[in-house]
Nanobody, 119 residues
Framework: QVQLVESGGGLVQAGDSLRLSCTAS????????MGWFRQAPGKEREFVAF????????EYADSVKGRFTVSRDNAKSTVYLQMNTLKPDDTAVYYC????????????WGQGTQVTVSS
């Protein structure tokens, strides 16, 4: 049974930092690309960051570029999202997702972790 479990969310003030973690089980983590997405109230889910199976390629949404950093530790089956200089607009539920390196669609999703940034 595949599970992705996010953690690290919380309530912070603008300008603060948070690090989200997403730990996978039931999959051979090292062959999965990983993505971070977020969904704010009343809005569609949007892409935040991507990291390839090896960690050699990363991509970011323009809105978080320069502030967020995605990384992974394949030995721990965990992907991270370091979020710095947080803004109220970053308030959302953050989800991690996994897709096999041979596929374009994400196969598995976590349950999400709430990030709330107060002004």
């Amino acid at each position: 049974q595949v599970q992705l479990v996010e953690s690290g969310g919380g309530l912070v003030q603008a300008g603060d930092s948070l690090r989200l973690s997403c730990t996978a089980s039931g999959v051979t983590f090292r062959i999965y690309h990983m993505g971070w997405f977020r969904q704010a109230p009343g809005k569609e889910r949007e892409f935040v960051a991507f990291i390839s199976w090896s960690g050699g390629t990363t991509e970011y949404a323009d809105s978080v570029k320069g502030r967020f950093t995605v990384s992974r530790d394949n030995a721990k089956s965990t992907v991270y999202l370091q979020m710095n200089t947080l803004k109220p607009d970053d308030t959302a539920v953050y989800y991690c997702a996994a897709r096999r390196y041979t596929k374009l669609e994400y196969d598995y999703w976590g349950q999400g972790t709430q990030v709330t940034v107060s002004s």
